[in-house]
């Protein structure tokens, strides 16, 4: 048989060699996970690495391969944690609490489903839909802000929960994505958002000419830049405009850092830094920590927003925010 071992921790920087493995014997006969290396696990990493996992141990299943997992009931916190959180439910694996059953605390969020809401064009004003997703992530924003109260901190987290999963909604062709994150004893925070989708360099092929997976998401974080950017308005039925990805990453990279991930490519950003990398996900991920949130959130999300829609009119793109990606 042979062993998979998890790496020492699920950070942002550590899951390349162990996709290599997976990837590798994705048709060996015999392999067992073994979950005994694993010794500390960030949000973003953990999602991710769960959904590549995941969509693994299905195909090895369609197989009929033999596929075990080991070294999760030891001592170690980090394993009570993944089975707390819904980890090896959302690997197909069993063992710990379902995805869903953990209620959260004010220092983490489990694994949390969220289902695309129904919307007719003809029949349903796109608010409805809107205000959907809204009262969807609410709850999740009281967790990462750590407060109920209408707070500069809350506002910013209901803001970043929002327009990620609506992105993945209006763009993926997902009916799902799923979310999770941590608030630690010092303020900083960490949140990710993950769906299975057709991609980002697939969903902007709608309207641009995409020549790689990482010029895909080099254009995803530009102000103005969609799927719905060159197509006919009425096709536009989500009044997309391309600046929530624009807006995130932006604020994520002055107050920490943000990653976004999607087929054999990823970005790193942060300050005045962006970084590529290669790392194989079916799919679209958007993580983010932010070492200390923002004072004046509502006042620094309009100087960005403004400041985008003066970048984007230079280079000759024409879109303004919608009024939704404005909304805090």
Known sequence: MTTIFFPERFDRDTLAPFFD????????????????????SFPTAMLVAGSKLRKWIINRQKKRLNTTKSGHNSSNNVHSYLMHLGFFDFIMMGGGNQVGQARGSSAYLP????????????????QIWYDKIMSSVRGLARVVSGTVEDTEENRLYNYALREIIRNVFEHSEATECYVCGQRWWNGKVEIAVIDEGVGIANSLKRSHRIPSDNEALSMAIKQGVSSTSNIDQAQNIYDNSGFGLYVLSQLASSFGWYVLGSGTARLVGHGKNVSQATLNFSGTYFGMQLQRPPQQFSQLLDDIISSGEEEAEASGISKKASGMSKLY
Do not use: G, M, W
Not at 21 to 40: A, F, G, K, M, N
Not at 111 to 126: F, G, H, M
């Open 111 to 126: 694994i949390t489903r969220i289902v695309k809401p129904a919307y007719d064009a003809n029949s349903q004003e796109l």
């Open 21 to 40: 493995q997976l990837e590798l014997h994705q048709d060996t006969p015999d392999v067992c996970i073994d979950c005994s290396t694993l010794r500390y």
